[in-house]
């Protein structure tokens, strides 16, 4: 086949089996271009290739609409990831018929359709297990004030590949033919790890905004630098973020802290201002330092404790633990007090820091259930220094485990990350300590039900034993046979039923 490469970007036929011809087949290619394209392997340039010539679902869609009188090409990220190896089940394509027209081309094809982002233009199905998007060529662009983009179709591939937020996911592949569609480089772009715009940055941020989040997260997911121009952009443009719906960006904010590097992106979103917009709290862990008043850098102690916490993860990335990490110490700017002997304190901090986390998490539009999480974790994390190194009593590490419920696991990881110190021999002695208070819980947990901490009477048996109705009374009576239970461990009915009757003489 004969591979065609023009311009700054690039259009090749895809052969079975092959890569795109390398541009270095074409004279008066910079060496630069050939050098960068040659970082990238000649397994992961074929990739693309290599899906489309062993997909069946891929092809046969394709076939279907070349029959209906409709283009259709895999485009963007699916483009980027086949060529970095990383492509998944989920595959989007492009076409330029109008989303009526898709959904009849693939309703008596797909397992399932569904028309949730049809107002924009896309119609999702399932087939053989593939998660698929077709979308119709378009361009969309916000006002100054609207939250929701304007949707016009174009006309043409490359009338959609223009608004693509970044030339690494401005690629396509023409189906059936297998042609590479690369008009602004992004080959290139891919293969020195460099993120910009088609256009100018200005224009894309300005169609939309949350394109600036999304470049944090694309550095935070690929590991890829961001261009000069396009980070000039986002902290001119910082405060068009404003516009974009809580949803979006808190979408935007989970696919960043659930990246590879989360350090990169959220380093870009505070130097570019657009923290100060979405997560104000994180730049505000950046507190003035003195030279008669010393403690460790909060903000750098944040993100290091992150990162100290994903290398804790034994099931993958896990946004609770993430988000729990990177707040974890947000009331700390609140609380500082300067003490008369030079020190800093930070009093209750982690109650201060879980109120203001709840209400960023609220206005975030998180789910009452990680909300809960979160603060929980946000609170508790303290919680084992409290206790001093001296030995854990037994009623102690019930409160513990008690308190923790089910974040226990969590409030583990969490702990043990939140040691950044580089004196060796207290990080050694923290870890120790730590290692001490997981052996007692499961010492005990073999002995009680830890895991399910109850009084050694229900509800219905306080009230047998006491002969009175519900009310408030029965749940003093259970609240005090609770902190007996924490206290001293499981009870034999006859004590407890003992106990509760000599704390109900001493009410009357």
């Given at each position: 086949m004969v591979t065609r490469w023009s311009g700054r970007g690039c259009r090749g036929?895809?052969?079975?089996?092959?890569?795109?011809?390398?541009?270095?087949?074409?004279?008066?290619?910079?060496?630069?271009?050939?050098?960068?394209?040659?970082?990238?392997?000649?397994?992961?340039?074929?990739?693309?290739?290599?899906?489309?010539?062993?997909?069946?679902?891929?092809?046969?869609?394709?076939?279907?609409?070349?029959?209906?009188?409709?283009?259709?090409?895999?485009?963007?990220?699916?483009?980027?990831?086949?060529?970095?190896?990383r492509l998944g089940n989920d595959l989007d394509f492009t076409t330029d018929a109008r989303p009526e027209d898709v959904l009849a081309i693939v309703r008596p094809w797909a397992d399932a359709v569904w028309e949730v982002g049809i107002a924009f233009g896309t119609v999702?199905?399932?087939?053989?297990?593939?998660?698929?998007?077709?979308?119709?060529?378009?361009?969309?662009?916000?006002?100054?004030?609207?939250?929701?983009?304007?949707?016009?179709?174009?006309?043409?591939?490359?009338?959609?590949?223009?608004?693509?937020?970044?030339?690494?996911?401005?690629?396509?592949?023409?189906?059936?033919?297998?042609?590479?569609?690369?008009?602004?480089?992004?080959?290139?772009?891919?293969?020195?790890?460099?993120?910009?715009?088609?256009?100018?940055?200005?224009?894309?941020?300005?169609?939309?905004?949350?394109?600036?989040?999304?470049?944090?997260?694309?550095?935070?997911?690929?590991?890829?630098?961001?261009?000069?121009?396009?980070?000039?952009?986002?902290?001119?443009?910082?405060?068009?973020?404003?516009?974009?719906?809580?949803?979006?960006?808190?979408?935007?904010?989970?696919?960043?802290?659930?990246g590879a590097h989360p350090r990169k992106g959220l380093t870009l979103l505070v130097e570019s201002g657009l923290a100060e917009r979405v997560l104000p709290e994180l730049p505000a862990l950046r507190l003035e330092r003195d030279e008669h008043h010393r403690h460790k850098d909060v903000y750098e102690h944040s993100l290091t404790v992150l990162e100290q916490a994903i290398a804790l993860e034994t099931d993958g990335p896990d946004l609770i633990l993430r988000l729990s990490a990177l707040l974890h110490d947000i009331g700390k700017p609140k609380t500082r007090r300067f003490e008369s002997d030079g020190r800093v304190s930070f009093h209750h901090h982690e109650v201060v820091g879980a109120k203001m986390a709840k209400s960023r998490l609220v206005k975030l539009k998180y789910s009452n259930d990680e909300i809960k999480q979160i603060t929980k974790l946000i609170g508790l994390h303290l919680r084992f220094h409290g206790y001093g190194t001296g030995e854990w009593t037994d009623s102690a590490v019930r409160r513990y485990v008690r308190d923790a419920g089910d974040q226990l696991q969590r409030l583990h990881k969490l702990t043990r990350s939140d040691c950044t110190t580089r004196n060796k021999r207290k990080a050694n002695a923290l870890q120790r300590a730590y290692d001490g208070l997981e052996e007692r819980i499961a010492k005990l947990q073999e002995q009680e039900e830890l895991d399910s901490i109850r009084p050694d009477l229900d509800g219905n048996e306080i009230m047998q034993v006491l002969g009175i109705r519900p009310g408030p009374e029965v749940g003093k009576a259970y609240q005090h046979l609770l902190e007996l239970r924490l206290e001293n461990g499981p009870m034999a009915r006859d004590e407890a039923i003992a106990q509760l009757k000599k704390w109900w003489d001493a009410q009357q």
């Amino acid at each position: 086949m004969v591979t065609r490469w023009s311009g700054r970007g690039c259009r090749g036929v895809l052969g079975p089996g092959r890569g795109p011809v390398p541009c270095s087949v074409v004279p008066n290619v910079p060496e630069t271009r050939e050098a960068q394209q040659a970082q990238l392997s000649h397994a992961q340039r074929q990739a693309v290739s290599e899906l489309l010539r062993v997909s069946p679902v891929a092809d046969d869609l394709a076939r279907r609409f070349k029959e209906a009188g409709f283009t259709l090409a895999l485009v963007g990220g699916s483009v980027r990831d086949a060529l970095l190896g990383r492509l998944g089940n989920d595959l989007d394509f492009t076409t330029d018929a109008r989303p009526e027209d898709v959904l009849a081309i693939v309703r008596p094809w797909a397992d399932a359709v569904w028309e949730v982002g049809i107002a924009f233009g896309t119609v999702g199905c399932q087939k053989d297990g593939y998660q698929i998007e077709v979308t119709t060529y378009r361009s969309e662009a916000y006002d100054r004030t609207s939250r929701k983009p304007e949707v016009s179709y174009g006309e043409t591939i490359e009338d959609d590949l223009v608004r693509r937020d970044f030339t690494v996911n401005a690629m396509a592949v023409a189906l059936p033919e297998k042609e590479f569609i690369d008009p602004h480089d992004g080959l290139t772009d891919l293969a020195s790890k460099v993120l910009r715009t088609p256009g100018t940055p200005e224009e894309s941020f300005s169609d939309d905004p949350l394109r600036m989040m999304r470049a944090a997260r694309f550095a935070a997911q690929l590991d890829f630098e961001v261009a000069p121009e396009v980070v000039a952009a986002m902290t001119a443009m910082s405060d068009r973020i404003d516009i974009v719906s809580a949803e979006r960006v808190r979408d935007e904010l989970n696919k960043l802290v659930l990246g590879a590097h989360p350090r990169k992106g959220l380093t870009l979103l505070v130097e570019s201002g657009l923290a100060e917009r979405v997560l104000p709290e994180l730049p505000a862990l950046r507190l003035e330092r003195d030279e008669h008043h010393r403690h460790k850098d909060v903000y750098e102690h944040s993100l290091t404790v992150l990162e100290q916490a994903i290398a804790l993860e034994t099931d993958g990335p896990d946004l609770i633990l993430r988000l729990s990490a990177l707040l974890h110490d947000i009331g700390k700017p609140k609380t500082r007090r300067f003490e008369s002997d030079g020190r800093v304190s930070f009093h209750h901090h982690e109650v201060v820091g879980a109120k203001m986390a709840k209400s960023r998490l609220v206005k975030l539009k998180y789910s009452n259930d990680e909300i809960k999480q979160i603060t929980k974790l946000i609170g508790l994390h303290l919680r084992f220094h409290g206790y001093g190194t001296g030995e854990w009593t037994d009623s102690a590490v019930r409160r513990y485990v008690r308190d923790a419920g089910d974040q226990l696991q969590r409030l583990h990881k969490l702990t043990r990350s939140d040691c950044t110190t580089r004196n060796k021999r207290k990080a050694n002695a923290l870890q120790r300590a730590y290692d001490g208070l997981e052996e007692r819980i499961a010492k005990l947990q073999e002995q009680e039900e830890l895991d399910s901490i109850r009084p050694d009477l229900d509800g219905n048996e306080i009230m047998q034993v006491l002969g009175i109705r519900p009310g408030p009374e029965v749940g003093k009576a259970y609240q005090h046979l609770l902190e007996l239970r924490l206290e001293n461990g499981p009870m034999a009915r006859d004590e407890a039923i003992a106990q509760l009757k000599k704390w109900w003489d001493a009410q009357q």
